[in-house]
């Protein structure tokens, strides 16, 4: 039957909303299936319906949908799909989220403030979600947000392979745009064998309230610098990060990020920095206006199908990324 991959008495069914077609389409052709067909659309008021076509009782189902623009709606979606499924006798529901929206709001920075990624979180639990799976989470600690299991996976492996193809490791230094990425940069340096430097921001005591003065911590002086984040949205961080590299004596600068969100002016600040190149994956859709030359962008399909095979063949998600994490 379309959209099926059998084991045993189990069926895999792989279902996506409206958010980015490209990617289920590259994760359902790595795994050998067809997307279960869907129908979906917006009513006049705003409002989501959607209907699967095929019966989905008993199956294992991976829902996937990337929190793209606009947001909100996506996230919707991706819960009306998991409640249906859940209604429908669907016998193990996984969220497949590339991007988890709104994990930047992990804490209380301050009073009166919420606690959204841990929201979405119990959202999707409450829609009937048991399983959720994101790729490269703002912080790990998100992973207990959700009551279930949270597969969490990393591009860093796809990333650094990138890097290292294009580059002389020998003359690479790994940075960390802030004190918050320090140990994924980490893990940067023990695979590509290389130093560590830190973008160390504060504020100037001269100049109250105004921008922070931004201080290197490490030897970048001659070196490519290979800046590593997560996601890179307005590109604010990232260019200002850049200038102190250079100001410090770097010869190059390469902008790494799983997630390309690309806000605003993004695209035309990346494109008039110094930075040489801005390796991204496919987790989030990158609309032709957003597009530059400068930007490659890598496929994270295979890793979201693999992640899935061994989801659904109860297998090791974490040997994935043996000698990587």
Known sequence: MTGIKTTGHKKLMLFTGRAHPALAEAVAEQLGVEIVPTSAYDFANGEIFVRFEESVRGCDAFVLQSHTEPVNKWIMEQMLMVDALKRASAKRI??????????????????????????MADLFKTAGANRLMSVDLHTSQIQGFFDGPVDHLFALPLLAAHVQERYDRSNITVVSPDAGRVRVAERWTDILDAPLAIIHKRRDPDIPNEAKVLEVVGDVKGRVCVIVDDMIDTAGTITKAADALFENGAIDVVATSTHGVLSGPAAERLTNSRISEVVITDTLPIPPERMFDKLTILSIAPLLARAIHEVFDEGSVTSLFDGHS
């Open 94 to 119: 996984t969220v497949v989220a590339p991007f988890y929206a709104y994990a930047r709001q992990d804490k209380k920075h301050r009073g009166r403030e919420p606690i959204s990624a841990r929201l």
